[in-house]
């Protein structure tokens, strides 16, 4: 039985090895790997690219990022019964604040645009739903919201 598991123990240490190996290439050949990766899945990526500069690319993926933690910290203020803090968060860090249509408003595709702003409109709605501190209408609200980021992801790429 010994020699069992130091033979299971001896192969993945060997497939760590393996692939720890695989990635020791300088930085360089990393990122060409990175970027011909990411070229393949663009050629079979049927999404619209938005044609974003890297330094907006690097600010919207950001910003979504943060939309999606603030997703989470809602249904975790929605599990812990703190209805008013989770529509503080709606409103605050998802809704249709003026800096949100600002931004909203840079992008020259419409329907990416429109998209957005019903997103952010989503959000407020949530807002005031969480305020009923009915589990169920939350979470319809929630569902809705979470839907224009579905969608959106299924339509846009960066």
Known sequence: MAIKHITILF????????VLTSFAGDDDD??????????MNHINDERISLG??????????????????????IIGLMGDG????????????LGLTEDMKKMCNMFDNENFKNLGLQFHKSADALGETLKTKDMNMSLRALHTTMGYCVECH?????
Do not use: C, W, Y
């Open 11 to 18: 192969g993945i240490l060997f497939s760590m090895g393996m």
């Open 30 to 39: 990393a990122s060409k790997q990175i970027e011909r990766h990411n070229m």
């Open 52 to 73: 974003l500069s890297p330094q907006m690319k690097k600010h919207q993926l950001a910003n979504m990022r943060s939309h999606v933690e603030a997703m989470q910290t």
């Open 82 to 93: 703190d209805f008013n803090a989770a529509s503080e968060i709606a409103h605050s860090r």
């Open 154 to 158: 299924a339509t846009f790429r960066q």
